[in-house]
Each structure stands twice: as structure tokens, then as C-alpha cells.
């Protein structure tokens, strides 16, 4: 099996520390507090104006530290960070994000609560919390999934999506993020937008578990690019690298703790340019639709990923809700008729551990194969828990949407070269008919299959609990 193996992983993590390193010191000595220009810190009373004159007044004398003090609730619209200016949001205090659609700018696409655009040496600190008050735009309650307040009926943009994000930072360089909370967005919670040398470090996410959209932290179009020791628990997908108008380039995720009822790691769906040389590393993966997915639906490449040191388990949840509990999950499937086809390449996963309720899903297509995806020490775990219906391949967005098939350990349709090396599945005894199939694989369309130290067996709990 002729193969193109990933960057080496201690080169790749060398490389992408020294972009985390690259990415601190933010901002100069100067601190101005928002009480001293006015702020009330009452939750109530907009402090729009005072948190802007700070930073106004901060970024004037050089850059530093804008203080939210302890024990103060800011309530605001949208505020703009300046270069050198770092929010400093001490420990009990919050920042409030305005839940009227006159407190965001005309412009949807700066739609936050915080933002800044075309500025360096920027960030958000100081163990306090930045709050959507994602609840205030929930319409209807619903277990499956919320139903939420859409602002398109202005004509502004369209779709259930038009709600604000919580924290953007766009065309900025030298961001930091850290020792911070993100709690309740009522859209996208942390966003980059063509940012440049990004580090977000301790940071705590919570979104409402049944509301949509509310992701983690999307990475769009952004380079160096390292998370660590983050906590997300959230509706809609966790880490998501999205490439629009440019590529996604050396990322770095580790030591993360995830849980949500989408996807916890997912490349694309906006894929229209390429991803590169990421690396994911010593995280655990709990309770979630979907484990590690690739979504590439509009012509984009994936080449140099690997998942190491990973522990997942996935569960079924609503159909609404894209996912079917697989742990891994790898497309290239044209959106529409009118998108170009992607490829993924290059792909390692080792030391990986998962307890599901569905199989590894690997499918490519006519024109934008899966190549040279490589697993070592995987371990699978495939046991049925909840009562939804099974034998599902869900394929959305666009594509063939959702496919009735049989469950298998592992699914694989246009494929290139795959080498499994130590993979243990273990099956659950379960009274799910065919639900002990290891692999199916698409006549004709799944090539270079290599297996070495492979192997498939049904358990019972008690042999489970002494394994």
C-alpha cells in the first residue's frame, strides 16, 4: 500500500507550540476600570457607553487592561475591541450580552456581544464570564430541539440562524483567550474569522444542550490555531475548523474535555478551500451525536490530521439533530450538483477508544476518494443503549441526506488505502438483528485495504466489567 504519512507528530507539535507561544502578550501596562467611566454594573442599566469609552480610552494610551470589577453585572450591546486592548473580566463578574436586535449593528456579520476586527494583540481574561442569555431567545421549549428566535423577518439574512454570536474576533493576529467562561450564546459562542496566530487556553463553554447552533468555538478561515485545556459542553458542535474564503492551517487542539449533541470535532461543513496540518491531542469525548467528523461538501481538501490520545463515546439522539452516534466520521460527498468535489488524505488515528451506539462511517466519492487513512490501536466498543432507531447513515447536509442500511462496526465506500493495525471491536450481546456485522464496504469502490492485529467479538457485560 503505497502511502503519504502525516507530518511527524513531534515536528508538527514543536511547529504549533511555537505559534501558542507566538500568540501571547497581549496588550501594554495601562488599566482602566469601566466603573471609573461610568459602568453600574447593575444588570439592568445598559453599560454600553462606559465599556467603550475604557476601551477607547486604554487602546489611546497605549494598550493594556480594560477592569470589569467583581460582583458587577455589564449589560451591553455590541462593544469593539481596539489593538492592545485585553478584557480583564475579574472572577464574579459577567458581562451581559443585550438580547434586542437594536443593540447589534445593522450588519448581521458583526452580530456579537464582543468583537474585534483588524486588530492585534487583543484578547479576554481574568476568570470572570461573558453571557449570551441564550435562554432569552428560546420561543419553545423542546427536548428534541428548541425552537428559537430568528431576527430574519427585518429581511437582514435569512433562516433560523439570525441570532447573535457571543465573541468574534475578524482579520485580527495575536489573539488570546483564556481563564474565562462563555456561557449561554444564543448563536456561535467563540468565533475566528482570518485571524492569525490564536491561542484560547482554560476556557469554560456552556450552551443550552437542546438549543441549535449554539457551537463551541468555529476556526474560520484562521491560522495558527492552538486550544488547550479547554471544557465545552454545548447543543451544536464543539471545535469547527470551516474554510470560506481561505484555508485552515496548522491547528492545534489538546487536553480538552467535550460534550455535546452534535459533533465534538468537525471539519467543514463550509469547505470550500483547504485544511492542513492539525493535530488533535488527549481529549475526551462524552455523551455526543458524533465523535470526530469531516464534513467536506464543497470542493476543499483535507490533508496531515491525526487524532491521538483520544476517548470518546456517542449516543443516539433526535434525527434533527445531524448524527448517528458514530465515533468517527468521514465524508467527501458533494453538497449539491453544483459543488465541487473535495478530497482527504493523509489521515492517522492511534491510540483512540470509543463506546457507541453506531460504526465508523468512511465514506468518500466518485472523484473525492478517502487516501491513506491509517489507524493503530483502536479500540470500538459498539453497545445500544437508548431506544432510537438504528440502521441509519446520515449523510447531511445536501447529499444523499438520510440512507436506511444496515449497522456495521466500520462502513467504507470510495476508499484508497486504509491500514488497520491493532483494531479491537467489541459488540455488546444485543437483540438488534445484524447489529454484529464488523465491516460492509461498497463492491468495487474500497481499494489497499490493509489489517494486521484486527480483530471482532461479542461481550457481555460481566466480560466487559473484567476487561
Same mark, same amino acid.
Not at 444588570?43 to 457607553?49: E, L, Q, S
Not at 488515528?349 to 462511517?361: D, K, L, M, W
Given at each position: 500500500?503505497?502511502?503519504?504519512?502525516?507530518?511527524?507528530?513531534?515536528?508538527?507539535?514543536?511547529?504549533?507550540?511555537?505559534?501558542?507561544?507566538?500568540?501571547?502578550?497581549?496588550?501594554?501596562?495601562?488599566?482602566?476600570?469601566?466603573?471609573?467611566?461610568?459602568?453600574?454594573?447593575?444588570?439592568? =442599566?445598559?453599560?454600553?457607553?462606559?465599556?467603550?469609552?475604557?476601551?477607547?480610552?486604554?487602546? &489611546?494610551?497605549?494598550?493594556?487592561?480594560?477592569?470589569?470589577?467583581?460582583?458587577?453585572?455589564? +449589560?451591553?450591546?455590541?462593544?469593539?475591541?481596539?489593538?492592545? *486592548?485585553?478584557?480583564?473580566?475579574?472572577?464574579?463578574?459577567?458581562?451581559?450580552?443585550?438580547?434586542?436586535?437594536?443593540?447589534?449593528?445593522?450588519?448581521?456579520?458583526?452580530?456579537?456581544?464582543?468583537?474585534?476586527?483588524?486588530?492585534?494583540?487583543?484578547?479576554?481574561?481574568?476568570?470572570?464570564?461573558?453571557?449570551?442569555?441564550?435562554? &432569552?431567545?428560546?420561543?419553545?421549549?423542546?427536548?428534541?430541539?428548541?425552537?428559537?428566535?430568528? #431576527?430574519?423577518?427585518?429581511?437582514?439574512?435569512?433562516?433560523?440562524? =439570525?441570532?447573535?454570536?457571543?465573541?468574534?474576533?475578524?482579520?485580527? &493576529? $495575536?489573539?488570546?483567550?483564556?481563564?474565562?467562561?462563555?456561557?449561554?450564546?444564543?448563536? #456561535?459562542?467563540?468565533?475566528?474569522?482570518? =485571524?492569525?496566530?490564536?491561542?484560547? /487556553?482554560?476556557?469554560?463553554?456552556?450552551?443550552?444542550?437542546?438549543?441549535?447552533?449554539?457551537?463551541?468555538?468555529?476556526?474560520? $478561515?484562521?491560522?495558527?490555531?492552538?486550544?488547550?485545556?479547554?471544557?465545552?459542553?454545548?447543543?451544536?458542535?464543539?471545535?469547527?475548523?470551516?474554510?470560506?474564503?481561505?484555508?485552515?492551517?496548522?491547528?492545534?487542539?489538546?487536553?480538552? #474535555?467535550?460534550?455535546?449533541?452534535?459533533?465534538?470535532?468537525?471539519?467543514?461543513?463550509?469547505?470550500?478551500?483547504?485544511?492542513?496540518?492539525?493535530?488533535?491531542?488527549?481529549?475526551?469525548?462524552?455523551?455526543?451525536? /458524533?465523535?470526530?467528523?469531516?464534513?467536506?461538501?464543497?470542493?476543499?481538501?483535507?490533508?496531515?490530521?491525526?487524532?491521538?490520545?483520544?476517548?470518546?463515546?456517542?449516543?443516539?439522539?433526535?434525527?434533527?439533530?445531524?448524527?448517528? &452516534?458514530?465515533?468517527?466520521?468521514?465524508?467527501? =460527498?458533494?453538497?449539491?450538483?453544483?459543488?465541487?468535489?473535495?478530497?482527504?488524505?493523509?489521515?492517522?488515528?492511534?491510540?483512540?477508544?470509543?463506546?457507541?451506539?453506531?460504526?465508523?462511517?468512511?465514506?468518500?466519492?466518485?472523484?473525492?476518494?478517502?487516501?491513506?487513512?491509517?489507524?493503530?490501536?483502536?479500540?470500538?466498543?459498539?453497545?445500544?443503549?437508548?431506544?432510537?432507531?438504528?440502521?441509519?447513515?446520515?449523510?447531511?447536509?445536501?447529499?444523499?441526506?438520510? *440512507?436506511?442500511?444496515?449497522?456495521?462496526?466500520?462502513?467504507?465506500?470510495?476508499?484508497?488505502?486504509?491500514?488497520?493495525?491493532?483494531?479491537?471491536?467489541?459488540?455488546?450481546?444485543?437483540?438488534?438483528?445484524? #447489529?454484529?456485522?464488523?465491516?460492509?464496504?461498497?463492491?468495487?469502490? *474500497?481499494?489497499? +485495504?490493509?489489517?494486521?492485529?484486527?480483530?471482532?467479538?461479542?461481550?457481555?457485560?460481566?466480560?466487559?466489567?473484567?476487561?
Amino acid at each position: 500500500m503505497k502511502r503519504e504519512n502525516p507530518m511527524p507528530i513531534p515536528l508538527l507539535l514543536l511547529l504549533l507550540f511555537y505559534f501558542a507561544a507566538a500568540a501571547g502578550g497581549c496588550g501594554g501596562s495601562t488599566v482602566v476600570s469601566v466603573i471609573d467611566h461610568g459602568a453600574m454594573g447593575n444588570g439592568r =442599566c445598559y453599560d454600553t457607553v462606559a465599556i467603550q469609552a475604557a476601551i477607547d480610552a486604554c487602546a &489611546a494610551a497605549g494598550g493594556g487592561r480594560v477592569r470589569f470589577p467583581a460582583g458587577g453585572d455589564y +449589560l451591553t450591546a455590541t462593544v469593539r475591541l481596539r489593538t492592545g *486592548v485585553v478584557l480583564d473580566i475579574e472572577p464574579g463578574a459577567r458581562i451581559l450580552g443585550g438580547t434586542r436586535q437594536r443593540d447589534y449593528p445593522a450588519d448581521p456579520a458583526r452580530w456579537y456581544v464582543v468583537l474585534a476586527e483588524g486588530a492585534r494583540r487583543v484578547g479576554v481574561t481574568g476568570g470572570g464570564e461573558i453571557n449570551g442569555q441564550g435562554e &432569552a431567545f428560546v420561543v419553545r421549549r423542546d427536548p428534541r430541539k428548541n425552537v428559537m428566535v430568528s #431576527w430574519n423577518v427585518t429581511g437582514l439574512c435569512r433562516g433560523d440562524e =439570525c441570532r447573535p454570536r457571543l465573541v468574534g474576533f475578524i482579520d485580527s &493576529a $495575536d489573539v488570546e483567550v483564556s481563564d474565562v467562561t462563555l456561557n449561554q450564546p444564543a448563536y #456561535w459562542c467563540l468565533h475566528l474569522v482570518r =485571524c492569525e496566530n490564536t491561542l484560547i /487556553r482554560n476556557v469554560s463553554i456552556y450552551g443550552d444542550f437542546d438549543s441549535p447552533n449554539n457551537d463551541g468555538i468555529d476556526i474560520e $478561515d484562521s491560522n495558527r490555531t492552538v486550544i488547550r485545556n479547554c471544557h465545552i459542553d454545548t447543543g451544536d458542535d464543539a471545535i469547527c475548523p470551516k474554510s470560506s474564503t481561505g484555508p485552515v492551517l496548522d491547528l492545534l487542539v489538546t487536553d480538552c #474535555w467535550i460534550r455535546t449533541k452534535s459533533s465534538a470535532i468537525k471539519l467543514g461543513s463550509a469547505s470550500w478551500f483547504d485544511f492542513s496540518r492539525f493535530f488533535f491531542h488527549n481529549i475526551t469525548i462524552v455523551d455526543s451525536h /458524533r465523535g470526530l467528523g469531516m464534513q467536506i461538501r464543497d470542493g476543499g481538501n483535507v490533508t496531515d490530521v491525526v487524532f491521538s490520545n483520544i476517548r470518546i463515546s456517542t449516543r443516539y439522539y433526535h434525527p434533527s439533530w445531524w448524527g448517528r &452516534a458514530e465515533p468517527i466520521y468521514i465524508t467527501t =460527498c458533494p453538497r449539491d450538483s453544483a459543488s465541487r468535489t473535495g478530497s482527504i488524505s493523509n489521515v492517522l488515528f492511534i491510540n483512540i477508544s470509543a463506546v457507541s451506539e453506531n460504526g465508523v462511517f468512511l465514506s468518500g466519492s466518485p472523484g473525492g476518494l478517502l487516501s491513506n487513512l491509517r489507524f493503530k490501536d483502536v479500540n470500538l466498543t459498539y453497545r445500544r443503549w437508548t431506544k432510537d432507531p438504528g440502521d441509519i447513515y446520515d449523510y447531511r447536509p445536501g447529499c444523499k441526506e438520510m *440512507v436506511k442500511r444496515s449497522t456495521a462496526g466500520i462502513m467504507m465506500e470510495y476508499v484508497a488505502g486504509v491500514e488497520m493495525e491493532d483494531v479491537k471491536m467489541r459488540w455488546w450481546r444485543s437483540n438488534f438483528p445484524g #447489529w454484529n456485522n464488523p465491516l460492509k464496504i461498497r463492491p468495487s469502490t *474500497v481499494n489497499e +485495504l490493509s489489517f494486521k492485529d484486527w480483530s471482532s467479538i461479542e461481550i457481555t457485560e460481566l466480560e466487559s466489567s473484567r476487561s
